[in-house]
């Protein structure tokens, strides 16, 4: 039978070897269990260790998801929320998948009406079709969303190896609550240390504010956190704040571009892991 070993340390500390006492088995894995010998702030450095794989060392001790569109794809359900709003304030607009697509370079809700309403040369009550666009998204959530794929085992390795999770988003505060709530099947909401929203961010992506400020009240440096984006403004906020940046684009952002990105596709286990080489 293969050998079972796990290693404590992360890329910016070393690493020592856990006794199989302070781990225990289960569905292949080596999890650690307590870590009642270590300070408070040396904790997040725990390892999963699968018994294929062979030994490894935990690279990241956050885990940063940049939007509620890493956690659900909810592209055709914000697109049709906003078209709903516009005809709540009888405007003759309609934004098709190409359109929302695009219009989705400018971040935040507010700021894409009013860009459009600029194009079209037209004076709105921007507050109140927003607000509008989040009732109507509200209901589009009645029935649940589910996380996207890969998103639920990054979790919950990220919870099993005491990596701080964090939601980093800029949306507006009332559309992240009601898409944590629209995940209730597949996400328990206190699994994050930190959840980001555009009143924690001096200015919105792609500025890096609302990630300094995550990486402030999670007490890490730039160089122990990964982040998740789907969008390049996402990616480049989290870039520019130093973070290591894996990109998982929506169907909506498969054709752009992500610049300084360490990968792109789907999120898997190995991006918080790194293998140790033994002699």
């Known amino acids: 039978a293969p050998k079972l070993s796990c290693v404590i340390g992360n890329k910016a500390s070393g690493a020592r070897p856990v006794a199989p006492s302070e781990a225990s088995q289960t569905g292949g894995f080596v999890k650690i269990l307590a870590f009642r010998d270590r300070e408070p702030e040396q904790r997040g450095h725990g390892c999963v260790v699968n018994e294929t794989l062979g030994e490894s060392v935990l690279r990241y001790s956050a885990l940063l998801l940049g939007s509620i569109g890493v956690l659900a794809d909810t592209f055709e359900l ?117 959840i980001g929203d555009g009143s924690k961010a001096a200015r919105p992506k792609p500025e890096p504010a609302i990630y300094r400020d995550a990486l402030r009240a999670l007490d890490m440096d730039a160089n122990d956190a990964l982040a998740i984006e789907d969008t390049p403004e996402g990616a480049a906020s989290a870039i520019d704040a130093g973070i290591d940046t894996f990109a998982y684009p929506g169907p909506a952002m498969q054709e752009r571009t992500f610049e300084g990105v360490i990968g792109t596709g789907s999120p898997s286990l190995d991006l918080l892991h790194s293998e140790e080489q033994t002699a």
């Not at 309403?117 to 989040?134: G, L, N």
């Not at 990596?163 to 507006?172: G, P, Q």
């Open 78 to 194: 914000q697109r049709c929320a906003f078209n709903a709003a516009f005809a709540t304030h009888d405007l003759d607009w309609t934004w098709s998948p190409e359109a929302y697509a695009d219009l989705s370079r400018v971040i935040g809700g507010r700021g894409r009406i009013q860009h459009y309403a600029d194009s079209q040369d037209q004076e709105v009550d921007v507050s109140a079709i927003y607000d509008s666009k989040i009732d109507a998204f509200g209901k589009a959530l009645e029935d649940g969303v589910r996380l996207r794929r890969g998103i639920s085992d990054l979790i919950a390795e990220a919870r099993r190896c005491e990596i701080r999770i964090a939601l980093v988003s800029t949306e507006d505060k009332r559309q992240v609550a009601l898409i944590l709530r629209a995940l209730g099947r597949d996400l328990d909401p206190s699994v994050f240390d930190y």
